[in-house]
């Protein structure tokens, strides 16, 4: 029976910028949660007992948010250059004794795929899984169930299976990533490329929902499948006179005023202040000690920690980064649009708002155009209109 | 400062000792000892290391023991005065954390009776009273042997003629039993036993416990059963760990951004501009106050020093900070005057000793501490809990500022009562004290224009801190810290006072570090920078982001985020932690660890 995972978490996401800059990209938060968590849970679920998790960029802030999570043994190893899915995993070597599995951290995977991997009496598989957008994976090319070809990122439509990179594999794979990183190949996928060519059958398995985090629109995506996971609870004080209708969570020591209509699913944390007179609609999730003034209406938006939202915003399909302070009237208007990120341009299928990242202060009466990243620490005159992306740490006056 | 640890249960008690020695080591310790009863009574001790014990220590499978590790205060670092202590025969074992006071004539009359010393410790005596009278039974010849003593004392006993049995006594020394199920536990400090359990008692002073796999009994000094209540303490171990951090300090420094955060939470409410304690403390601040006492020791003195100006500025009522151990002999008292005693681990021997002559003399008490339940919460009338979670390295960070937290809002809250604050003033405080958590992310982030800085202070051998109004007591705590962590000789001063005196020890190798707020003494201490520079003294200044004409003063800038008066406090402490730890690190301290520093003093 397979005791033990790997865990990659190294990563920083650097598309994800500027939520990344801050912590690594397994620690964006979904629906309250950071990504690495629903892993965690999973593969705790599907029997696992022990975590390896291989960390690196921004390892402090994995380490020290689950200090207390106690459902599993957490054992982490250092990857103090992230050069590559291989040699991370290789960082890994020394836990490892028999068959395991390994899987990103970053990407959320549902326990019984994982329990399907595990019981699986190969030696060698991967689960993979239909994708609309093949090109920006690793597309596998499947012959009698086992790999003949994995090809990263492909340029012409070559097939409509992709690699979820959650592959069980035995211990005898060190040796081969070991052989395969001293040729400079560092990418598990080129391992496992060599693996296939000599002659190593690997399974293939499909994976029953499996979701990634590329862009930082992924997240609001991510987040509204996602949040109808959580199940209801509420705590805090809710004054008389507010209306909540749908799966609602409320955290500890938050106040809800009179007048609040809350449309269900959605995730409050802990000690935030909201309303009185304020709409939040479905698929928002609002971090911890965050404050909603007033007839501010918030949907399908991801609220981080610490924010401070005053009076008569509207913010829609928007993510607004941990401590922001945003003044009154703030406004994001969504749509869908072509985003320039990491030199490539991307066209939106679904409308999208704002992406501001940490700390930012925005004085009142912003607009700000569709589908615009606002970097960390920016600074916002009253009045203005955000026609483009704005990069971290600029004042906009 | 010293840690017991007693075991009686199923596992070995050889792996249950070291391990729970271990936890307990973060409060310093000279030297370390453990006693096993397996079948005969094996006691094995030595200097320095816990490793150095676990070495010397076979692999033994009896299941009773007690451990302790020593922080020398009679008798010099030994093996010999090193615990636990023995009787002649051999046969009964003791810990002990506390002073004897009347120990030089019972052991004179010891000695008398043919009992022979080992140790120079006053420690030793309790073993031999206890063996004078011992007749079988352990409970009642420890009950005679405290009869006998003064002074103040946490110890713990075993006999080998009492297998499978711990006997415990506490007064004016911290002790709490562990429960298990098949196995119970006692020490000085919950961190010990919470990796097996978390349910705990805790023993009043004047109590006794007698321990045995499954029960406890807790037992007053004639022998009267005392009912007890087990409660949950809900930290955990792990929590002690360092998250990836080299070192706990460094960990703590960055954990205040959230710890800054916990003491706001549940308390304030910023729609309603409310304040919210729980009804003891309550009542206390709502009673008339003719004047305020802050009492406590070391970092929480300084802590206390800041919430003068805090509470003197917010509310104009006159603010007394005394040092814990001169209050409790000299200190005035009145029934209209509040005493605040500050003491982070709730257990500071001079601080309790304050609060309890405060008491006596009809004072009102409040606490301000870390932890639920301690001696310190059982004393006062009322009780804040600083909510900073548990603190490993010595030098302490995290809750020094959240001490700073507490009292900034007791500051307000008085100003409410006291009908001080306007509406909006208070909102603006409200507001910023939430917005304190950003500015504190904000000066971790430019750790590295600290690093730079500290370059500059690694190879002082004095370094001064000077500062005017609430960053006097600012200043003192920078230099405290430096101090303690780096070994550098550090002091502070109000900068108006440099001139009268101090100025003596000013040459070109003395760096200076100023801390420059752009209120109503800004020229005043950009005049004393200059009067500094005329002597060729290195200024470092720590100022705020708005500040664009101290480039022209001071040789090095480090700084932190423009906010309304008063409330730079928690930043520019971030700032000068920073300081101590880049500065030790470079000069490769023990940081979490300084010599001869324990990290809550529980003796006087």
């Given at each position: 029976?397979?005791?033990k995972?790997?865990?990659?978490a190294a990563?920083?996401?650097k598309?994800?910028?500027p939520?990344t800059?801050?912590?690594?990209?397994?620690m964006?938060?979904?629906?309250?949660?950071?990504?690495?968590e629903y892993?965690?849970?999973?593969t705790k679920?599907?029997?696992?007992?022990e975590?390896?998790?291989?960390?690196?960029?921004?390892?402090?802030?994995?380490?020290?948010?689950?200090?207390?999570?106690k459902?599993?043994k957490?054992?982490?190893?250092?990857?103090?250059?992230?050069?590559?899915?291989?040699?991370a995993?290789?960082?890994?070597?020394?836990h490892?004794?028999?068959?395991?599995?390994?899987l990103?951290?970053?990407?959320i995977?549902?326990?019984?795929?994982?329990?399907?991997l595990?019981?699986?009496?190969t030696?060698?598989a991967?689960?993979?899984?239909?994708?609309?957008?093949p090109s920006?994976?690793g597309?596998?090319?499947?012959?009698?169930?086992?790999?003949?070809?994995?090809?990263?990122?492909?340029?012409e439509?070559?097939?409509?299976?992709i690699?979820?990179g959650?592959?069980?594999?035995?211990?005898s794979?060190?040796?081969?990533i070991?052989r395969?990183?001293?040729?400079?190949?560092?990418a598990?996928?080129?391992?496992?490329?060599?693996?296939?060519?000599?002659?190593?059958?690997?399974?293939?398995?499909?994976?029953?929902?499996w979701?990634?985090?590329?862009?930082?629109?992924d997240?609001i995506?991510v987040?509204?499948t996602?949040?109808?996971?959580?199940?209801?609870?509420t705590?805090?004080?809710i004054?008389?006179?507010?209306?909540?209708?749908?799966?609602?969570?409320?955290?500890?020591d938050t106040?809800?005023?009179?007048?609040?209509?809350?449309v269900?699913?959605?995730?409050?944390g802990?000690s935030?202040?909201?309303?009185?007179?304020?709409?939040?609609?479905?698929?928002?999730?609002?971090?911890n000690?965050?404050?909603?003034?007033?007839?501010s209406?918030?949907r399908?938006?991801?609220?981080m920690n610490?924010?401070?939202?005053?009076?008569?915003a509207h913010?829609s399909?928007?993510i607004?980064g941990?401590?922001?302070?945003?003044?009154?009237?703030?406004?994001t208007?969504?749509?869908?649009t072509?985003?320039?990120?990491?030199?490539?341009?991307?066209?939106?299928e679904i409308p999208?708002g704002?992406?501001?990242?940490?700390?930012?202060?925005?004085?009142s009466?912003?607009?700000v155009?569709?589908?615009?990243i606002?970097?960390?620490?920016?600074?916002?005159?009253?009045m203005?209109h955000?026609?483009?992306?704005?990069?971290s740490?600029?004042?906009?006056? | 400062m010293?840690?017991?640890?007693?075991?009686?249960?199923?596992?070995?008690?050889r792996?249950v000792?070291?391990?729970?020695l271990?936890r307990l080591?973060?409060?310093g310790?000279?030297?370390?000892?453990?006693?096993?009863?397996?079948?005969?009574?094996?006691t094995y001790?030595?200097?320095?290391?816990?490793?150095?014990?676990?070495?010397?220590?076979p692999?033994l499978?009896?299941?009773?023991g007690?451990g302790?590790t020593?922080?020398?205060?009679?008798?010099?670092?030994?093996?010999?005065?090193?615990?636990?202590?023995?009787?002649?025969d051999?046969?009964?074992?003791i810990?002990h954390?506390?002073?004897?006071?009347n120990?030089?004539?019972?052991k004179?009359?010891?000695?008398k009776?043919?009992?022979?010393?080992l140790?120079q410790?006053?420690s030793?005596?309790?073993?031999?009273?206890?063996?004078?009278?011992y007749?079988?039974?352990?409970?009642?010849?420890?009950?005679?042997a405290i009869?006998?003593?003064k002074?103040?004392?946490?110890?713990?006993a075993?006999?080998?003629?009492?297998?499978?049995k711990?006997?415990?006594a506490?007064?004016?020394?911290?002790?709490v039993?562990?429960?298990?199920?098949?196995e119970n536990?006692?020490?000085?400090?919950?961190?010990?036993?919470l990796?097996?359990?978390?349910?705990?008692m805790f023993l009043?002073?004047?109590?006794?416990?007698?321990?045995?796999?499954?029960?406890i009994?807790?037992?007053?000094?004639?022998k009267?059963?005392?009912?007890?209540k087990?409660?949950l303490?809900?930290?955990?171990v792990?929590?002690a760990?360092?998250?990836?951090f080299?070192?706990?300090?460094?960990?703590e420094?960055y954990?205040?951004?959230?710890t800054?955060h916990?003491?706001l939470?549940g308390?304030?409410?910023?729609?309603e501009e409310?304040i919210?304690f729980?009804?003891?403390v309550?009542?206390l601040?709502?009673?008339?106050?003719?004047?305020?006492h802050?009492v406590?020791?070391?970092?929480s003195?300084?802590?206390g020093?800041?919430?003068?100006?805090?509470?003197?500025?917010?509310t104009n009522?006159?603010?007394?900070?005394?040092?814990a151990s001169?209050?409790r002999?000299f200190?005035s008292?009145n029934?209209?005057?509040?005493?605040i005693?500050?003491t982070?681990?709730?257990?500071?021997?001079?601080?309790?000793?304050?609060?309890?002559?405060?008491?006596?003399?009809?004072?009102?008490?409040l606490?301000?501490?870390n932890?639920i339940?301690?001696?310190?919460?059982?004393?006062?009338?009322g009780?804040?809990?600083?909510?900073?979670?548990?603190?490993i390295g010595?030098?302490a960070?995290?809750?020094f500022t959240?001490?700073?937290?507490?009292l900034?809002l007791?500051?307000?809250?008085?100003?409410?009562?006291?009908k001080?604050?306007?509406?909006?003033?208070?909102?603006n405080?409200?507001?910023?004290?939430?917005?304190?958590?950003r500015?504190?992310?904000?000066?971790?982030e430019?750790?590295?224009e600290?690093?730079?800085?500290a370059?500059?202070?690694?190879?002082?051998?004095?370094?001064?801190?000077?500062?005017?109004?609430?960053?006097?007591?600012?200043?003192?705590?920078?230099?405290?810290?430096?101090k303690?962590?780096?070994?550098?000789?550090?002091?502070?001063?109000?900068?108006?006072?440099?001139?009268?005196?101090?100025?003596?020890l000013?040459?070109?190798?003395?760096?200076?570090?100023?801390?420059v707020?752009?209120d109503?003494?800004?020229?005043?201490?950009l005049?004393?920078?200059?009067e500094?520079?005329?002597?060729?003294?290195?200024?470092?200044?720590?100022a705020?982001?708005k500040?664009?004409?101290i480039e022209?003063?001071?040789?090095?800038?480090?700084?932190?985020?423009?906010?309304?008066?008063?409330?730079?406090c928690i930043?520019i402490?971030v700032v000068?932690?920073?300081l101590?730890y880049?500065?030790?690190d470079?000069r490769?301290?023990?940081?979490?660890?300084p010599?001869?520093l324990?990290?809550s003093?529980?003796?006087?």
């Open positions: 029976m397979i005791k995972a790997v865990i990659l990563g920083e996401g598309r994800l910028r939520f800059e801050t912590m690594p990209k397994v964006l938060p979904v629906a309250n949660k950071p990504l690495l892993v965690f849970d999973a679920k599907s029997g696992i007992d975590i390896i998790v291989v960390v690196g960029y921004k390892k402090e802030v994995i380490m020290e948010h689950f200090k207390d999570y459902n599993i957490i054992t982490y190893v250092i990857q103090d250059r992230q050069l590559g899915t291989a040699h995993l290789l960082q890994a070597k020394k490892i004794k028999d068959t395991f599995i390994v990103a951290g970053d990407n995977i549902d326990s019984a795929s994982i329990s399907k595990v019981k699986d009496p030696d060698h991967l689960l993979i899984k239909e994708h609309p957008h920006k994976y597309v596998v090319i499947v012959e009698n169930r086992n790999i003949s070809r994995i090809v990263e990122k492909p340029k439509d070559i097939g409509k299976y690699s979820t959650i592959y069980k594999l035995p211990r794979v060190f040796s081969d070991e395969c990183t001293a040729q400079g190949a560092h598990l996928s080129s391992v496992i490329q060599s693996l296939i060519e000599q002659g190593t059958h690997i399974n293939t398995l499909l994976a029953k929902s979701m990634d985090i590329v862009y930082p629109w997240l995506t987040n509204e996602m949040i109808q996971t959580t199940s209801e609870y705590s805090g004080t004054e008389k006179g507010v209306t909540i209708k749908g799966p609602v969570c409320i955290g500890k106040r809800i005023y009179a007048g609040c209509y809350i269900g699913p959605v995730v409050i802990n935030c202040e909201i309303g009185p007179h304020t709409c939040i609609f479905p698929s928002t999730s609002i971090g000690n965050t404050v909603v003034h007033p007839f209406e918030i399908s938006s991801v609220i610490d924010v401070h939202i005053a009076s008569t913010i399909r928007s607004i941990k401590g922001c302070i945003i003044g009154d009237n703030f406004s208007i969504t749509g869908k072509i985003i320039e990120i990491d030199n490539e341009f991307k066209k939106l999208i704002t992406m501001m990242g940490e700390d930012c202060s925005v004085e009466h912003v607009v155009d569709p589908g615009k606002i970097g960390r620490k920016c600074k916002i005159s009253p203005k955000i026609r483009k992306n704005i990069s740490e600029t004042k906009v006056m | 010293c840690g017991i640890i007693g075991y009686v249960g199923f596992r070995e008690a792996t000792l070291l391990e729970s271990k080591d973060y409060r310790y000279d030297s370390a000892g453990v006693a096993i009863i397996d079948k005969h009574l094996k001790k030595e200097v320095g290391e816990i490793a150095n014990v676990e070495k010397k220590i692999l499978k009896g299941t009773t007690i302790h020593r922080w020398a205060t009679h008798g010099a670092v030994t093996k010999e005065n090193a615990h636990p202590h023995l009787s002649c051999k046969k009964i074992a810990v954390n506390g002073i004897i006071e120990y030089t004539a019972l004179e009359e010891l000695k009776k043919g009992h022979r010393f140790s410790t006053d030793e005596v309790i073993v031999h009273l206890i063996d004078d009278v007749k079988g039974n352990l409970e009642d010849a420890l009950i005679a009869k006998k003593i002074g103040s004392y946490a110890i713990v075993v006999s080998q003629d009492e297998p499978g711990i006997i415990g506490r007064n004016e020394s911290p002790l039993i562990g429960v298990g199920d098949s536990f006692i020490a000085s400090d919950i961190t010990a036993f990796k097996y359990t978390n349910r705990v009043n002073d004047g109590e006794l416990c007698v321990i045995t796999t499954d029960s009994q807790v037992l007053d000094r004639n009267n059963h005392i009912k007890k087990e409660e303490i809900t930290w955990d792990t929590d760990e360092k998250s990836g080299p070192h706990f300090m460094l960990k420094i954990d205040q951004p959230e800054v916990h003491v939470r308390r304030i409410s910023e729609m409310k919210t729980p009804d003891p309550e009542k601040l709502k009673a008339e106050l003719n004047s305020i802050i406590a020791c070391g970092t003195f300084y802590a020093f800041v919430g003068k100006y805090l509470i003197e500025q917010l009522i006159p603010v007394f900070v005394e040092p001169e209050y002999y200190g008292r029934e209209t005057s509040l005493i005693a500050i982070q681990s709730g257990e500071t021997a001079d601080t309790l000793a304050a609060l309890r002559e405060a008491r006596l003399s009809g004072s009102k008490t606490v301000i501490t932890i339940g301690s001696t310190a919460t059982r004393i006062a009338d009780y804040i809990l600083q909510q900073s979670g548990p603190e010595v030098a960070t995290k809750t959240s001490q700073i937290m507490v900034f007791l500051a307000l809250k008085i100003a409410i009562y006291q001080k604050l306007g509406s909006n003033e208070l909102y405080y409200l507001l910023h004290l939430k917005y304190l958590p500015h504190v992310r904000d000066v971790l430019r750790s590295d600290i690093i730079a800085v370059s500059h202070l690694k190879d002082a051998t004095s370094v001064f801190f000077i500062g005017r109004g609430i960053n006097y007591p600012l200043s003192l705590e920078g230099a405290l810290k430096l303690e962590i780096s070994y550098i000789h550090a002091e502070g001063f109000a900068a108006g006072e440099l001139k009268h005196g101090p100025f003596a000013l040459t070109k190798d003395t760096p200076v570090v100023a801390i707020t752009q109503e003494t800004y020229e005043k201490i005049a004393n920078i200059g500094i520079k005329a002597r060729g003294s290195p200024v470092i200044a720590i705020e982001d500040d664009t004409e022209n003063h001071a040789d090095y800038v480090l700084r932190f985020p423009t906010s309304p008066h008063l409330l730079p930043p402490t000068l932690q920073l101590a880049h500065v030790a470079l490769k301290c023990p940081i979490d660890k010599r001869n324990a990290k003093v529980t003796v006087e």
